[in-house]
């Protein structure tokens, strides 16, 4: 047997049953909420939470990517300027799926390239980086051009194709995405002969097909699609991505590709980080935090990036 003086009482242990004492019951409420309190803590933050007090994530310069951490690279022809950011640690069978995000237009050259992480996939990438399994470039184009342009597009698929020959990422599963003026990037990029094949998913937000409809929708009828656009977004009407959907639904869509989806959501004016970095609030332009970090999601919580790995290319 063994004894234990608590709260003035001699308890013992063996064969006699030990009776639960104030002193015990304190114990095991302690511990119980010690344990809560663990369990909390590790439970993901929302993601609008964390510090927004500056711009701490905003990547630093280097030649090649340095795994785990997002960097800048200042590259010239044949490819681009770019963010890249490829997670650490062992990579799943086939190698990372890859995220293309195509900024809006104030993120254009010869605006800083660190400022491609103010919103969007890249700002996950620098604020969260362990809890993005993809890996994400992003591209820089300058003020006058659109990402659709030949040079511009050549430029972009090379920089792509180089990250799939040179580390661990997987060419069956390239997903693009962009906003606003990168939305439209998206649809018009995607909708490349050229590049068919190269990506196995888009969504692109709060945008719409640059020019030729029913024609860059046909070369999308194998694709698969999901869409967003505020319909109170004043900077770019949401009858741009109506018409871009609508030209789409008609054609005769894949097996693979099924019906594509579309959200036309009540959406936010700014982005969380536009506070710090000084941009004005845009009437119901900020859809984008609606499809990359929904309000009230928690870290790591992204419906459409679930929704990408659904697709790959055969």
Known sequence: RRA??????????????VVKTPCM???SSLILTQSLIISC????MLYEGGDWN??????????????????KVEDTAPRIPHLVFVPAGVPPEGGWPVIVFLHGQGESSPS??????LQGPPQHAGRHAT???FAVISPQKPMESQFFDDDVATTIATTIRHYLTTQPLDARRVYLTGLSQGGIGTWGLASDPRYVGLFAAIAPVCGGFPDRPNKRAGVLKDM?????HGTNDEVLPVGMSDDAVAAVTK????????APKYERLHARSSDYSWVTAGVPEMGGHASWVHAYYPPGSRVGEVPLYTWFLQHRLE
């Open 4 to 17: 234990l003086l608590c709260g003035g009482l001699l308890l013992t242990s063996g064969s006699t049953p």
């Open 112 to 117: 800083p390239l660190e400022g491609l992480a």
């Open 131 to 133: 809890t993005l399994p």
């Open 54 to 71: 500056s711009l701490w994530w905003y990547p630093k310069q280097a030649a090649a990517p340095v795994l785990g951490t997002q960097v």
């Open 41 to 44: 803590q590790a439970k993901p």
């Open 224 to 228: 698969p699609i999901w869409a967003f």
């Open 251 to 258: 054609t005769q869509r894949g097996a693979r590709a099924g």
């Open 25 to 27: 019951r304190f114990v």
